[in-house]
């Protein structure tokens, strides 16, 4: 008998999922810039180490942070997470505050080990949001008040396939292929107090293309069952193949349409993104009774070039060059000690995860950059598996976590963002293709 895992009931998750990344807007005002409110490449765990695992390896659970990681898989792995977002938005002048929310799926994927020196993992998750309604006013000659409003809305998905190698002992080098999609729109409306014509113009990005990621990582064996690993990435500046569908319109001040000449067009053209360079370090004890590590501390930076930026109308798009650190880890008590293993302490087997960053986004308004901090918690909650059969392997964890950040300031008139994010994964690692003798 032999037993493996059927891919086609995958299939339908991976049409929910991309439906409901098309679905999904950003509800932050920062998302006009660039294609939008950028998404993080991690996962549930990594998120509940603030984001530090470019230098971590993992042989149960995929990140696609850093596509060398995949081949540390032992197991075959499959990982799905939702999200939900509570958000405070202030504005100092006019005081303004606004309270918002977002929930969706935040990614699917599935990691196999092929070989040894072998590993590969496809996914879907998005990649950014755009979101907003931004009202402003002004006074022209003759105290005619004017209403000028920007709305946005839409979002990009991304669908990666990464394969990751060891060319020799301890070192391995992977790859991301990831094919972006998306359609983002944008509409400006300039209304006239009085009988006046009102206008509207409506812009829809229609953007699709490929982008590679570069990855590689290398542990040092030590004394007492410590590692010390390190890692590296870097992602491509890439150029989107974008149709822009523009329509203008106006109204009478009475809400009366009246045609335009040429007031639809379409145009064909490119969006560059920018390259984004990480590297981190992590150090951990790991554990003869598992296949994670009892212990770990990690810590990464980042450069975002967000000034390589250059938007279908070949501007910045607001966009300037960013970075971030972050530092995180985690704790098992049953790994560690082995008074706490012998007790079989449910508190004991889970594991327990903390982090924080800081950093300068690639988002800038009226030449002040936009900053954000944050601090996060997480917990990997073990599921038992009982009627095993000889030789099967069955790991299963429910992933919980969450970030408490803020992004902006009250000052040189950029808004601030309290948020509150949380996050749900299931994270499945089955063994395939096991041949039974009998069972």
């Avoid at 060398?68 to 958000?87: E, K, P």
């Avoid at 040092?220 to 590296?232: C, I, M, P, Q, T």
């Avoid at 008074?339 to 960053?357: D, M, S, T």
Wanted: glycine share 12%; net charge neutral; hydrophobic share 35%.
């Amino acid at each position: 008998m032999q037993k493996c895992f059927n891919g086609i009931f995958l299939i339908p998750f991976f049409i929910i999922s991309l439906s409901t990344f098309a679905q999904q807007n950003s509800v932050s005002p920062y998302s006009r810039l660039g294609v939008g409110d950028m998404q993080r490449k991690n996962y549930t765990r990594g998120l509940g180490m603030g984001g530090a695992t470019i230098g971590m390896r993992d042989a149960l659970s995929i990140d696609m942070s850093n596509p060398a990681s995949y081949s540390n898989l032992s197991l075959t792995s499959f990982d799905i997470g939702v999200q939900f977002r509570i958000i405070n938005q202030r504005q100092e002048n006019p005081d303004v505050s606004v309270e918002n929310s977002q929930a969706g799926i935040r990614y699917f994927s599935i990691g196999v080990p092929i070989k040894d020196w072998w590993g590969s993992a496809f996914g879907v998750q998005p990649y950014s949001y755009k979101g907003y309604n931004i009202i402003s006013t002004r006074t022209a000659a003759g105290g005619i008040e004017i209403t000028d409003n920007f709305v946005g809305g839409g979002s990009m998905s991304q669908v990666y396939w990464g394969n990751a190698f060891t060319p020799f002992e301890n070192f391995s080098i992977g790859i991301n292929a990831n094919f972006l999609f998306g359609k983002l729109t944008e509409e400006n409306s300039t209304l006239f107090e009085g009988n006046i014509n009102n206008s509207w113009h409506t812009e829809n990005f229609n953007a699709r293309g490929f982008t590679f990621d570069f990855g590689a990582q290398y542990r040092l064996d030590l004394a007492n069952d410590r590692e010390l690993g390190f890692g590296a990435t870097y992602t491509m500046k890439s150029k989107l193949n974008t149709t822009l569908q523009q329509e203008w319109y106006v109204q009478s001040g009475g809400g009366t349409p009246i045609d335009s000449l040429n007031s639809r067009g379409e145009e064909k053209g490119k969006t560059t993104l920018p390259s984004e360079f990480k590297f981190g370090i992590s150090y951990g004890k790991k554990s003869k009774k598992s296949l994670n590590h009892a212990w770990l501390i990690a810590a990464d930076f980042e450069l975002y070039q967000g000034s390589e930026f250059v938007s279908f109308a070949g501007s910045s798009g607001g966009l300037v060059d960013g970075y971030r650190a972050e530092v995180g880890g985690f704790i098992v008590p049953a790994l560690m000690s082995e008074a706490i293993g012998k007790k079989n302490n449910y508190l004991g087997r889970i594991e327990y995860r903390l982090g924080a960053f800081y950093g300068e986004t690639p988002y800038a308004v009226g030449g002040n950059q936009v900053g954000e901090y944050g601090i996060s918690f997480g917990m990997g909650l073990p599921v038992r598996h009982k009627n095993l059969a000889p030789g099967e392997q069955k790991i299963s964890t429910v992933n919980i976590g969450a970030i408490l950040g803020s992004r902006g300031a009250l000052s040189n008139g950029l808004i601030q963002e309290n948020y509150l994010n949380i996050y749900l994964g299931i994270n499945l690692n089955d063994k395939w293709f096991i041949k039974y003798k009998y069972h």
